[in-house]
C-alpha cells in the first residue's frame, strides 16, 4: 500500500486538481492522508483520511507520517506530496527502480541557490525507513546560501539524519525544458509538477533574490536604495502571482496543452 | 551523564546567568550542548558543545536532540532547557522521582489556558527513550484550550507521541503565584525558572485577562459602532499588557543578573 501524505492551506484551489491526477498516474494502491487547515472540511471527502492540524508545514507532515505509520505496515510505502504538487506520469516504475538502490527518494530544489536536501513536494520511502531514522522534516542544521549567510529550510534535518545513517538518497531534479520561473512551475524527473507558488504567490525564494538583476546600484542614498529593492520586490510578486494564476487557470482546464509549455 | 540541550537566540544576555544556575545546581556530571544563533560566537565558551542551527525553535531542539544522540548512550540523560530557563534547586532528585514513575518529566504549562503537552522549557528523558518515540518537539497535532479554541504550539507532535505509544509523562506545574503575570516569572516544581517574557508578545494566558467585548453585535449602526470600539480598547489593553510586561521583564531581570537569589522573593 502507498500512503499519500499531503497538506492543504487555506486554498481548496488545488484539491480537485491534485487528486485527478492522482488517480490517473498512481498505478498502486493507495491512500490518501490530508491535512485541511482553513478549508471546509466538505473537501474531505476528496481524500481517504483527513488529520486534523495546524501550524509549521514540517510539523504537519511529521504529525501526518505519525498517523500513517500507526497503520502501516514496515512494508509500505510513504509518499509525500505538497499542495500543489502532483504526478504528470506515472511515477511507480522510477520509485521501484529507485528504492532498489536507496532508501529514500525526493526532490531536490538545486535550482533554488543549490539546495542540498531533500523537499517534501515529492519524497517517497519505505515505512520502515521513516521508522528506523526516524524521519522528520524540521529545519536545523544550516549550509551556505547564496548571500553568504548559512540557511536553512524544511528538510534540513531529514537530510542530516541520512548523513548520520549513513543512507543514500535518490535526487529527484528539476527537468524543465522551459522556465517561466528561475523557480517556481517546476517539474521534476519528468514525473511531478509543483507549482511552487500555490498557497503564497507574494513569496520570493533566494533563488529569485540571487538571479535578480541588480535594482538598486550603488549611487544613491542607502534609503534610496532600500527603496528600489522594496519596489522590486514588490513588482516581481506581482508578476509572479500574474503568471502563477494564468499557470492554474490552464491547469484547472484540464489537458495537457500547459505541459507543453514547461517540458 | 545528563546532556543539556539548550537555544539562545540573538541575545546572550541569559548565557551567563543559566550557566552559573547550572553549575551551582546540577548535581551530577553533565555536558551543555548550545544552540547560539546570532550570538558572538566567543559566547561558545560558556557551553561544552556549540550546535550550528538556523530556523525555529522545534527544529533547533530535534536537531540539537539528533546529534546528542549520536553520541550519548541509552542510560544518559536528555535535559531540554529554554535558552531563558534554569535550575533554581537541584532538580535532579524530582526528576529522578519522576523518571521511576513515567520515561520523561516535562513542564506543562497548564496556566497557559490550560495547555496539555509537554513544554521545552524543562523536560528530561533517557536517550533510550528519545530513541524509542521518535521524540519530535514540533506543532502540528492540535487541542481545544480552555476557552474551546482549537490550538496547537511547540510540543505538540511530542504529546501525541506519547499518547500513541500509550507512554504516561510526569507533569510539572507551575508551583509560584501568578502575580506577577499569568504566565511569565515562572517557576516549575520548586526547581525550574522561566522567565519566558523576552519576547513581548502577549501568551494566551496573558490574552485570557483581556477585556471582554461590550456585545451590541448585530444592532445596526450601534452594533458597528460597539466593534470599532473593542477593536479600539483591544489595542490599547494589548499595548499597555505588552510594557507592563516587558517592564517587569527588565526589571526582574537585572536582579537576577546581581546575582543571590533575593529575587525569587519577587515571584514566591
Not at chain 1, 513569496?203 to 522594496?230: Q, Y
Not at chain 2, 537555544?7 to 553549575?23: L, V, Y
Not at chain 2, 520515561?103 to 524543562?122: I, K, M, S, T, Y
Request: hydrophobic share 40%; aromatic share 8%; proline share 7%.
Amino acid at each position: 500500500m502507498l500512503h499519500i501524505a499531503t497538506a492543504h492551506y487555506l486554498s481548496p484551489r488545488w484539491i480537485e486538481i491534485q487528486t485527478r491526477y492522482l488517480r490517473e498516474y498512481i498505478a498502486a494502491p493507495f491512500q490518501t492522508w490530508a491535512s485541511l487547515e482553513g478549508i471546509d472540511p466538505a473537501y474531505g471527502v476528496h481524500f481517504d483520511r483527513t488529520v486534523e492540524q495546524l501550524g509549521s508545514h514540517a510539523g504537519k507532515l511529521n504529525h501526518l507520517a505519525m498517523e500513517i505509520l500507526e497503520e502501516a505496515s514496515d512494508d509500505d510505502l510513504l509518499m509525500f506530496l505538497d499542495g500543489d504538487a502532483f504526478p504528470i506520469a506515472d511515477p511507480m516504475p522510477f520509485i521501484a527502480d529507485s528504492l532498489a538502490k536507496a532508501p529514500l527518494i525526493a526532490v531536490r530544489r538545486a535550482e533554488n541557490v543549490n539546495s542540498p536536501q531533500p523537499h517534501p513536494c515529492f519524497c517517497v520511502t519505505t515505512v520502515r525507513t521513516w521508522r528506523s531514522l526516524p524521519g522528520d522534516w524540521s529545519g536545523g542544521p544550516t549550509w551556505p546560501g547564496g548571500q553568504g549567510w548559512n540557511v536553512t529550510d524544511v528538510g534540513s534535518l531529514l537530510m542530516r539524519k541520512l548523513e548520520l545513517a549513513g543512507l543514500p538518497w535518490i535526487e529527484v531534479l528539476r527537468s524543465n525544458r522551459n522556465n517561466l520561473d528561475p523557480l517556481y512551475f517546476a517539474v521534476y524527473g519528468d514525473l511531478v509538477y509543483h507549482h511552487g507558488a500555490g498557497f503564497r504567490a507574494e513569496k520570493l525564494a533566494a533563488t529569485h533574490r540571487a538571479s535578480a538583476e541588480d535594482p538598486a546600484p550603488m549611487r544613491g542614498s542607502s534609503r534610496l536604495r532600500r527603496r528600489r529593492w522594496i519596489e522590486w520586490e514588490r513588482a516581481k510578486r506581482e508578476r509572479l502571482a500574474d503568471q502563477s494564476a494564468r499557470v492554474f487557470e490552464r491547469i484547472e482546464r484540464g489537458g495537457t496543452d500547459w505541459l507543453a509549455e514547461l517540458i | 551523564m545528563l546532556h543539556i540541550a539548550t537555544t539562545h537566540h540573538i541575545s546572550p544576555r541569559w548565557i551567563e546567568i543559566q550557566t552559573r544556575h547550572i553549575r551551582a545546581h546540577i548535581s551530577v556530571p553533565y555536558r551543555t550542548w548550545a544552540s547560539i544563533q546570532l550570538i558572538d560566537p566567543s559566547y561558545g565558551a560558556h557551553f561544552d558543545r556549540i550546535i550550528e542551527q538556523n530556523g525555529p525553535l522545534a527544529g533547533k531542539l530535534n536537531h540539537l536532540a539528533v546529534e546528542i544522540l549520536e553520541e550519548a548512550s541509552d542510560d544518559d540523560l536528555l535535559m531540554f532547557l529554554d535558552g531563558d530557563a534554569f535550575p533554581i534547586a537541584d532538580p535532579m532528585p524530582v526528576v529522578m522521582e519522576g523518571l521511576q514513575a513515567a520515561p520523561l518529566v516535562a513542564v506543562r504549562r497548564a496556566e497557559n489556558a490550560g495547555d496539555p503537552q509537554p513544554h521545552p522549557c524543562f523536560c528530561v528523558s533517557s536517550v533510550a527513550t528519545w530513541r524509542e518515540l521518535a521524540g519530535d518537539w514540533s506543532d502540528g497535532y492540535p487541542w481545544s484550550d480552555e476557552r474551546g479554541r482549537r490550538v496547537t504550539d511547540v510540543g505538540a507532535n511530542l504529546l501525541r507521541r506519547l499518547e500513541l505509544s500509550g507512554t504516561p509523562w510526569v507533569q510539572l506545574l507551575r508551583s509560584n503565584p501568578r502575580r506577577l503575570d499569568p504566565l511569565a516569572f515562572a517557576i516549575y516544581g520548586g526547581v525550574i525558572y522561566h522567565h519566558g517574557a523576552d519576547a513581548g508578545e502577549l501568551s494566551r494566558a496573558q490574552r485570557e485577562r483581556a477585556p471582554r467585548p461590550l456585545g451590541g453585535a448585530g444592532l445596526p449602526l450601534l452594533g458597528a459602532a460597539a466593534a470599532r470600539f473593542d477593536r479600539a480598547r483591544l489595542r490599547l489593553w494589548s499595548r499597555r499588557a505588552q510594557r507592563t510586561c516587558l517592564l517587569r521583564s527588565e526589571l526582574l531581570y537585572a536582579k537576577i543578573q546581581q546575582g543571590g537569589s533575593d529575587w525569587l522573593a519577587d515571584v514566591s
